[in-house]
Structures are given as C-alpha cells and as structure tokens.
C-alpha cells in the first residue's frame, strides 16, 4: 500500500494522487532532484515561465479561472523571495496555491550558503501555513495536508519548503486516502451549532422595506452553486444587489436586480443604496476601505447581515448585527430553504419605493463619459472590447489602476470565474502572468489582459513564456504614458503635482511583441480601434494591441478617500474641495 | 474598535489588561506564527510563557498577556484561531474567574547593614532563598504578579537587585470541561 522512492518521486506522485495537471515554476540548484524526476514522468505538464514572480501570478489565474488549486515550483534564495508578492496576493484574495520551494541541504541551513533564505520564516505572514520538511517519510502527509488547507475554509496560498537533501532520501509514500487531518487543522463551521443565525437572517430580510445585497468573492470561492444560490435569492427578496471588484459576475451585469459594482470607483446608484439601506446582506465580503469608504458614515441607518466563512472578518471595521460564519453555499441553502418553508414575501410595496428611488439614482448616469473624435477615451475602448467579445467564452483579466477600474466598471460579466483582478493587494503586473495561468486551464477560451502602460512592463518578460506554450493570450494595453491611477491621485490630492507618475521612454509595443515573434497592433485614433479588436480577437498568437487613449482622463465616479458613500464625485462635477482634498491626502 | 486606514468612530471602549491561553500543536515556527500574528497586526504583548503541558501528543500552551478593548481582544482572539497548529484560544479574563501566578528570580546584591532588611522583606512575601555554588544571595518568588511588583518595589528600596520574571501563567477555575 505505502510505497519507498525518494522524496522528489514523492512531492510527483503527491501531485499526481492530488489531480495536478500543470505546476508553473522555474528551476535552480536546490530543486534540481524534483526537475529530474519531472523530466522522467508525463502525467504533470510545467510551465516554465521568465521570472518566479509570474509563476505565482500564472498559477493565481490557473486557480481562479478554474476553481482548482494552483501549483507552482521554484528554487531556495531568489526563487522564493521572487514569490512573495505572489503569495500575499494569493492571502489578501483568498486563492488557493501550494507553492514547493526547494531549499539548500539540511547541514547548509544556518550557514548562509549559497541562494539560502529562511523561505518559511519569510512567508509566514503571507501563507495560510507553512512548513520545512526535514523527513523524507513525512513529504507526503505534509502535501496531501497542504492541498486540503489551501483549500479548505478561506482558500488561500500554503507553501512547503523542501532541502535538498531531502527530495534525494528515500521516504515512503502514504496516500491521500490514508492521511488523517486533525480537525483543529481545519475550518470549523459555527453555522452547524446554530440554526437560530438562519432564522434571524430570513426574519431581518422579510422586513426590510430598503434591503440591499452586498455580494463578494466568497460566493465565487465557494463554488458554482453559490452563485446561482445568490441569484435565487436576490430574486425570491426581489432586492437590489450590488457587488464587489472580487464578486463581480456572481450575478450578471444583464440580471435586473444587479446595480453593478460598489466602492470607490463603484456604481453612484449602488453606493447611494447601501447608504441609505436598511437591510445590508454581506455575502461573502469583507467590508474592505475600498468599499466601505468613512467608517462612521457608513451605511449609518441599517442592520447589517454578515455571511463570511473567517470569522476574524466578523466585527473587524464594521459592526454587524446578525454574523453567520460559513461557506456561502451551505448557509445560502439554509437561508433560501427556511424562506420557502415558511412562505414568506417582502412587501412588495415597500420595495417598490425603493426600487423607484434606485431608478432615480439611476438617472444620473454615473458611467457618462464625453467621447471624442480624435482621441480614443479609455472608456470607449472597454466598451468596445466588450461589444466585440462578449459572444466568445472570454476571460478579462487586469493589472493594477485606472484600466482596472475602467474595465470593472465598462465590462459587463455574465458569469463567475471569468473576471480575474488582484483586489485586496493591488498588484501590478498580476494581470499578464495571470491571463497566461488562465489561458493555459482554458485553450480554447478568449484572454484577455486589460493592461496599463506601466503595469504591463511589470512582467513584461512573460511574452517568451506565452509564446514558448503558443498561448494566444491577448494583452489590450491602454497606453496613456502615465501611470493614469497616481496621476489622478495627484491632480486630485497633490495639487497637480505630477511626481514621477510619467512615463518617459515606454518601448515601442508594437516592436516589443515582434521581437517576442508575437503580433503588435497600434490603434492611435478611436476609428481603427475596432479593427485592431478584431484583428487581435482572430489571431491565434499572442498579442499586444497598444491602444494609445486620452492622456488625463480620470476615473470617475469616486468616493475620496475619507468620503462617505453618498459623497461620490461624478466625471461632471469633478472639481473637489480642498478640505477634504487634505484630509483625504493622508489616507491611501 | 478597529484597524483600518479610516478614523473610527468608536472609541468609547475601555483598554484594559487580558490573559489569553493558546492551546498549539508544539511544532516548530508555531511561537512564531503566534508572536508574528501580534506584530504584523499592530497588537502588543505584555508579557509571553510558553511551554510543553502534553509530552504524548506535543501540545504547549501559551499564556500571553495583552492589553485592549475588548473588541480588540476578541479580534486578536480570532486572529489567533486562524493559525494552522492553534486548537483552542480563551480569554481568562472573560471568563471571569481564573488564578494566576507568576515567577521571579533575583539576584540581590546582600551586605551586612541591609542583611536584617531584606530577610524581613523576603520573609513577608515567602521568597525563598536558592543556594548556589557561587554563594550569591538568589531568592525565588512565585505567585500573582502585583506580589511580585510590590516584593521587587520594596527590595528595589533597599538594594541594588537584578530580576528576571517568567511572566504570568494562569488557568480557568472552572471545571475542566475543555477539549482534548
């Protein structure tokens, strides 16, 4: 039953007995044992991406286009401080990664020999857990643990260190059927010691005359039925819903009930509504400073309903008044089921009132921008990326800034899964890395990375790894030579001092992807916008298409940093004044 | 209340002194995980004891002393269950009723005009003297720690001393109805 082979044929056949079809890494000294034994077997496929940084990102967009965990394989040294932005990305978003770094050889440690690095004392913060594995025997009872943590409860990254000495010894293999986990090791649900939670959420929701759904990523973590569990009852309440960056596409941009994304750069009508609602229902969210905005202005008047599976999320900034901790899908089924057994309605006119103030926020038309014949507006090239693919399975992914923005807001997601943007960390050069990680789980499907000019030559060295693998990965590149985002903040806050923020020298694109025998396109003016679309959708390699958009167009709607939801200011009145310029100055 | 880049509106809360005991897996890095968790989220540790109570199944306990509202306590509480090899987390405090002790060693520097003194002292706080192969005049005190502030206050008075303290261990008074 349990097996002897050395601890590299352990880490592969963990990996196999796991279901790993990819692992994303890069080689050097201390994983060599584990290179050589994947050079022997065929049932793993490895990427071998340019920088351990973009195994990460790739292996985040692997895991959250797919729901599955995502692997990545580097060396000691360099090979794991590459991967801690990576890491921390994966913590502040909830993905689950195992990571494996090798590391120098057990009589080395301490010596600081060389591409030595204390790897698990330096991703400690940034793990769910982590371990050094120092017995050969133990390698497999610490993957197969390590696969059920990063997914188990919150998901998020689990690294295991392994020295090289170690992946040499040989070991026993034990089988993930015959690992026994401690239960304390693992999340444990409230939600099953208390029925009287669910009872308290149906009775809150049934009375609201203004309730809201506060939708976020934790309905997409916890799997495909959570989603269309949210959606059944957003339409059994007959409430407005909105989303966060991390939600978006648990309820589609069509559905009726949807108001679109809220927060900082969020819908004015979804703000305006969780301001002045009386029923919040957090599903799956965080009440994150991007959305909340001010504290004490927030949502000042209603009872607040928190469904989160980590609980330390439960009272953290906001007070809630009915916190239910579990996985999104098992209480929604609860929830949706005491509804229907008890037959119960919202009142239909209270909702009415509502839904016409809604209507009325509505008219504002926060999304309004003034297009322009000569310049392509950064908006209109969204809308027009989406125009043209939304008939196509497609995966948007994004960098960090106001193309982040402009994309969440200007394209419209039917479904979960398909948007994948690093939200809690704000990573730049996530975007690339990722869309290859989600191209390389899904072939046949459109991806796309929605790009600034800055953020793209964050990992700009990827281009070798798509093209290598033939991924037909498509980078739209939103060139304005700044890097739009700080830009904005300083006309805004800093009194239009423009520090650092252009940028100066940017490679010509189009000549970048042909020396990574890639395609470059180039729309300069909003009438060839659509061919370069086009032109870029139907080739089969990857591409760069540099859009070159209006230099200091800024991001609106906006809530300023220390503004209340119903102080968002609107692309038309977008002078601000200067009190809370400085007060917001000091915040980030 | 709570950590965020925005002001709070809530700070009508009491900061007071908490005695949290952590049950963990005694694997290595686990101090760390704990002690890392307090300093990566701006908590403070007033003072940290750890060790083994469970040869058989390697389980320390750790007792940490902090101080906080309670909302904060309750949040670091939560933090706390988070880590990996963390079985259980009590506040003592809340609890309501709970013993403490602590222990101190110090080193006192003893001569014949302040001999008298001293012996009076530790005799009134039951210090113990330990005999050392040095002969130096080392005294052990054990119990709640305000003993020991005011044993070391009233030394402190009268000669030069050196202290180390271990910090207060403390356990619940109720009945042992707990896991494991």
């Keep these: ?117 204390d790897t698990t004392g330096i991703t400690r913060p940034c793990t769910k857990h982590n371990y050094l594995v ?27 260190d392994i020295p090289k000495d170690v992946q040499f010894a040989n070991g026993t293999y034990t089988k993930k059927e015959n690992i026994i986990i401690p239960p304390h090791r693992l999340f444990e649900p409230e939600i099953f010691k208390n029925d009287k939670k669910i009872d308290e959420v149906v009775n809150l929701i049934s009375k609201a005359k203004k309730p809201i759904f506060y939708i976020g990523g934790g309905c997409i973590n916890s799997g495909p039925k959570a989603a269309e569990l949210v959606s059944q009852l957003v339409e059994l309440t007959g409430a407005p819903a909105t989303m966060t960056l991390m939600g978006l596409g648990v309820l589609g941009s069509s559905h009726p009930n949807s108001l679109g994304m809220l927060g900082m750069h969020g819908m004015y009508e979804a703000n305006m509504a969780m301001h002045d609602c009386d029923v919040m229902i ?25 469904i989160d599976i980590d609980e330390s999320n439960i009272n953290k900034t906001i007070k809630v008044d009915v916190p239910v901790v579990g996985d999104v899908t098992s209480v929604l089924k609860r929830v949706i089921k005491v509804w229907n ?47 043209l693919t939304k008939n196509k ?66 990992n700009i060295q990827e281009m070798s790894t798509a093209v290598q693998y033939r991924l037909p990965v498509k980078i739209f590149i939103l060139n304005n030579e700044y890097m739009g985002m700080v830009r904005q903040w300083q006309e805004l806050l800093h009194g239009g001092r423009y520090s650092e923020s252009y940028t100066d020298s940017l490679p010509d694109f189009v000549k970048l992807a042909e020396s990574y025998k890639a395609i470059g396109l180039r729309a300069k003016k909003p009438e060839e916008l659509d061919d370069v679309i086009n032109e870029m959708i139907n080739t089969d390699k990857t591409v760069i298409a540099d859009i070159w958009v209006s230099k200091e167009e800024n991001c609106f709607p906006m809530i300023q940093s220390g503004s209340a939801h119903n102080e968002m200011v609107l692309s038309k009145d977008q002078k601000q004044d200067k009190l809370s310029a400085e007060k917001g100055k000091i915040l980030v | 209340m709570n950590k965020s880049v925005y002001d709070s509106p809530d700070n009508t809360s009491i900061s007071r002194r908490h005695i949290l005991t952590v049950l963990v897996d005694n694997e290595p890095g686990v101090l760390a995980r704990v002690i890392g968790m307090f300093s990566g989220r701006g908590y403070n540790i007033e003072s940290l004891n750890v060790a083994e109570v469970s040869n058989d199944e390697h389980l320390s306990r750790i007792t940490i002393v902090t101080e906080g509202t309670l909302e904060v306590v309750n949040q670091i509480e939560k933090q706390l269950l988070r880590i990996v090899p963390v079985h259980s987390v009590s506040n003592l405090d809340e609890e309501g009723s709970a013993v403490e002790a602590e222990v101190a060693l110090v080193n006192i520097d003893l001569n014949e005009a302040n001999k008298k003194k001293i012996y009076e002292v530790c005799d009134f706080y039951r210090a113990r003297k330990i005999e050392n192969e040095n002969n130096s005049v080392i005294f052990e005190i054990a119990g709640a720690s305000e003993r020991i502030n005011r044993f070391i206050k009233e030394i402190n008075q009268i000669t030069k001393i050196e202290i180390v303290r271990s910090g207060p261990v403390a356990i619940s008074t109720y009945k042992n109805t707990e896991e494991e």
Aim: charged residues 20%; hydrophobic residues 40%; contains cysteine.
């Design chain 1, 282 to 306: 957090n599903i799956g969210a965080r009440f994150d400073d991007r959305v909340t905005g001010r504290l004490d202005a927030f949502s000042p008047n209603s009872k607040k309903i928190h």
């Design chain 1, 1 to 117: 039953m349990n097996q002897e082979m050395t601890g590299a044929e352990v880490v592969l056949q963990s990996l196999v007995d796991q279901g790993v079809e990819v692992v994303f890494g890069y080689p050097g000294g201390a994983v060599l044992p584990i290179y050589d034994t994947l050079f022997k077997q065929n049932s793993i496929k490895h990427v071998l991406v340019r920088q351990e940084g973009g195994a990460i990102h790739a292996a985040e967009g692997y895991a959250r286009s797919t729901g599955k965990v995502g692997v990545v394989l580097v060396t000691s040294g360099p090979g794991a401080t590459n991967v801690v932005t990576g890491l921390t990305d994966a913590m502040m978003d909830s993905i689950p990664i195992v990571c494996i770094t090798g590391q120098v050889p057990q009589h080395l440690i301490g010596s600081d020999a060389f591409q030595e690095c």
């Design chain 1, 134 to 160: 120092k017995d050969p025997n133990k390698l497999s009872p610490v993957f197969h643990e390590a696969f059920t943590i990063a997914q188990d409860g919150r998901p998020g990254p689990v690294l295991i």
């Design chain 1, 341 to 387: 057994d008890n037959n119960l309605k919202t009142n239909q006119s209270d909702l009415k009132l509502w839904w016409d103030k809604i209507n009325d926020w509505k008219k504002i038309d926060c999304l309004h921008f003034t297009n322009n014949e000569k310049e392509i507006k950064p908006q209109y090239a969204i809308q027009r990326l989406y125009e």
């Design chain 1, 393 to 458: 399975k497609t995966f948007i992914t994004t960098e960090v800034g106001q193309h982040q923005m402009w994309a969440a807001q200007y394209y419209k997601f039917e479904k979960p899964n398909r948007w994948l943007t690093s939200g809690g960390l704000g990573t730049m050069g996530y975007g690339f890395p990722a869309a290859i990680g989600a191209q390389v789980a899904n072939p046949d499907a459109l991806v796309i990375d929605v790009a600034g000019d800055a953020s793209i030559l964050m």
